[in-house]
């Protein structure tokens, strides 16, 4: 059974930096696509950024600069670091992963920005 399980989240002031991880487990298989979903308070669920097998990353354009994606050699953890945090990236983070076309996602974890 796959299980995504990340670790990271908290409360920091604008202006610091956070890190968050994603370990994967449960597949035989490389995981193709990884990375982080975040959902604020009455709002959808958004990409922040991901990185395929491949190394290809993508980001949110309200991220770029600030947070970079990265995955560990065995492409089951991925990691997202956080600087020059904003009031605005308070949301819970969600670590996605995609096996074989099929989407697996982690619990969330919280990260709030506030002074």
């Known amino acids: 059974q796959v299980q995504l399980v990340e670790s990271g989240g908290g409360l920091v002031q604008p202006g610091g930096s956070l890190r968050l991880s994603c370990a994967a487990s449960?597949?035989?298989?490389?995981?193709?696509?990884m990375g982080w979903y975040r959902q604020a308070p009455g709002k959808q669920r958004e990409l922040v950024a991901d990185m395929t097998r491949g190394a290809s990353t993508n980001y949110a354009d309200s991220v770029k600069g600030r947070f970079t994606i990265s995955r560990d050699g065995t492409q089951n953890t991925v990691n997202l670091q956080m600087n020059s945090l904003r009031p605005e990236d308070t949301a819970v983070y969600y670590c996605?992963?995609?096996?074989?076309?099929?989407?697996?996602w982690g619990q969330g974890t919280q990260v709030t920005v506030a002074s």
């Open positions: 996605h992963a995609d096996l074989l076309g099929q989407p697996y």
């Open positions: 449960g597949s035989r298989f490389s995981f193709n696509a």
